[in-house]
């Protein structure tokens, strides 16, 4: 794909910032038709639907950050000069295509496409059937801002596909593929990459610990569940699960005031064996399984760990790989966890609700990636580029 010149493609932004504010009473009217057809039942899903007049703001913010950040294009990563006389430059390179499957949330429209276009990217937006009227006014906007500039649409393509055709897409696709980020729960991660013929970027999954550690500040940890766990229950970056080590001093009074403070705040408990000894009336795990679930719901599970070692084992055989935290007041015991808790993003003393590209300042963010490679955590513009490496002679050859 032909690489753009920086001025242009902030030029097309910042056309598409007016655009967003110019057009707020059609987006706002399309996500309408979106919400009259929801089904309220999943609150979660529910809530990363709605467009207000707030979030058609941090669309424009979205938008205007990624503009202001330095293209991430062409950039020499190393030179070498060998003795051979050979002058090795490695530079970034954009990836060529992406697709991005997503459900629910109109802004991943406005952050994916911005995104990938700066990194010279051309994006294809499989968003779910419940944010289509949302989503197909937002595109339309995308292709207002290109064609003004003399682009083609072909840079951000949103795809009208039901499942079947998806998978048929994956499967056969009608143009070049680079890599697909699918961006949700379990079922959509394992559809993509059973069907997928190209790179796989897994991302979206929660289900998120937090320790609370012997020499953990009551009062802090109290106040950092209550953030994670309530804040935002639909963010794959909320928390799950609470694991207090029973060596901490006032043990069981403390079970008891966590058991309080939480179901003020209307989050259902589930327990462990050796927690139901202490919280008697409360619901006891029946399934081993749960450990590993995403809730994205007002309920958490409380259990006993009895070493640090113990925390560590839980987290890396049953979380997401997404966000952990250990709440202590010993450094060391929080290195030894940070070290050793294999996710994306580990917290001492602080809610994992800031494992988020913007918290971070990363900016705006295509996904949370827990992946390996070719890159973890927030997905921002520096991450959507490539590498290629650029190879000057004279006539040498290998001998």
Request: aromatic share 6%; charged share 30%; glycine share 6%.
């Amino acid at each position: 794909m032909k690489l753009l010149d920086t001025t242009l493609k902030n030029k097309v932004l910042k056309d598409m910032e007016r655009i967003l504010d110019e057009n707020r009473e059609e987006l706002l009217q399309a996500n309408q038709k979106d919400l009259d057809a929801f089904n309220r039942d999943d609150q979660a899903l529910y809530d990363r639907l709605v467009v207000d007049q707030k979030k058609v703001d941090q669309m424009i913010q979205a938008v205007n950050e990624v503009r202001l950040q330095e293209d991430p294009v062409n950039q020499e990563i190393s030179t070498r000069a060998l003795d051979n006389g050979l002058k090795i430059i490695n530079r970034t390179a954009p990836f060529g295509t992406i697709m991005i499957i997503y459900e629910s949330r109109p802004d991943v429209t406005i952050e994916a496409a911005v995104l990938a276009f700066k990194a010279n990217n051309k994006i294809l937006l499989k968003g779910g059937k419940e944010a289509y009227h949302s989503n197909k006014a937002l595109v339309k906007f995308w292709h207002r801002a290109l064609t003004q500039n003399g682009l083609s649409e072909d840079y951000i393509q949103f795809l009208e596909m039901d499942r079947s055709q998806t998978q048929e897409f994956l499967r056969n696709p009608d143009q070049d593929l680079d890599l697909i980020v699918p961006r949700g729960g379990e079922r959509l991660i394992a559809f993509v990459k059973e069907h997928a013929k190209c790179a796989v970027l897994i991302s979206g999954r929660g289900n998120n610990f937090l320790y609370v550690h012997k020499d953990a500040d009551w009062d802090k940890s109290l106040k950092v569940i209550l953030n994670a766990k309530t804040h935002k229950i639909s963010a794959c970056n909320a928390l799950d699960k609470i694991l207090v080590d029973t060596r901490i001093d006032g043990y069981k009074e403390k079970l008891e005031e966590l058991k309080k403070v939480l179901e003020t705040n209307n989050v259902s408990i589930i327990v462990d064996k050796t927690v139901k000894q202490i919280l008697t009336e409360a619901d006891t795990i029946t399934d081993e399984s749960i450990w590993q679930e995403e809730f994205l719901a007002m309920k958490c599970i409380i259990g006993a760990v009895d070493t640090i070692d113990d925390a560590i084992h839980m987290i890396n055989k049953n979380s997401g790989g997404h966000s952990a935290s250990i709440m202590t007041e010993n450094n060391s015991a929080a290195q030894i966890f940070m070290e050793n808790v294999d996710c994306a993003a580990v917290y001492q003393n602080a809610s994992t609700r800031f494992t988020d590209g913007g918290q971070m300042g990363v900016g705006a963010e295509l996904a949370i990636s827990t992946d390996k490679l070719h890159h973890r955590g927030p997905l921002g513009l520096k991450q959507l580029v490539t590498n290629k490496y650029y190879v000057f002679g004279d006539g040498q050859i290998r001998v």
